[in-house]
């Protein structure tokens, strides 16, 4: 039998770009706090639907690329992108056996975990402490993943990626 092999790895790519474009457009002041983290859900849905194609590196990889698109501390992102997908790895049979509803309390917790370890990183930079907004995204990313999540398993499943 002949394997196809993996396939669409362009698609898994493309969202990630578009995901960092969506992270660096500008909002009005209002709306910046509520700016979801639309890379780490992207980074986090791959690697629950292909924990073998999207690991750490990947993540890595990403974060640092997010990290030079925002003028952060290189390796701010990089190092809590890597920890909540190898976390989303390590889970990803439990969370995607949930129900799409039920999988926003897992997501939520990663996310949360993303902003408390880039909060570590900021405080040791010797910035000032952010106020409560500082965790408004983890909460918007949580109320859009069952938005994200079917748009990108249509993707997957329309583009066939393996």
């Known amino acids: ?13 493309a969202t990630l770009l578009v995901a ?13 706090p509520f700016r979801p983290p ?11 639907a292909l924990p073998n194609r999207v690991g750490v590196g990947v993540a890595w990889v990403t974060g640092l690329l997010q990290d030079v ?9 990089a190092l809590a992108f890597a920890v909540a997908v190898y976390l989303s ?6 969370i995607r056996n949930f129900p799409l509803w039920q999988q926003a309390i897992p997501i939520l917790l990663l996310l949360l975990l993303v902003r408390l370890i880039l909060l570590w990183v900021h405080e040791l930079t010797g910035a000032g402490s952010p106020g409560w907004q500082y965790w408004l995204p983890a909460l918007t990313g949580m109320l859009l993943w069952p938005v994200v999540f079917p748009l990108l398993r249509f993707m997957r ?4 990626v393996t």
């Open 20 to 32: 960092l474009i969506l992270t660096i457009i500008p909002l009005p002041a209002m709306a910046g």
């Open 69 to 77: 698109l925002l003028g952060t501390l290189l390796g701010a992102h």
């Open 157 to 160: 499943r329309y583009h066939q």
């Open 1 to 13: 039998m002949i394997s196809r092999g993996e396939r669409g790895g362009w698609i898994i790519i």
């Open 89 to 94: 790895i390590q889970l990803y049979q439990r």
């Open 38 to 48: 639309w890379t780490l859900l992207v980074l986090l849905y791959w690697s629950l």
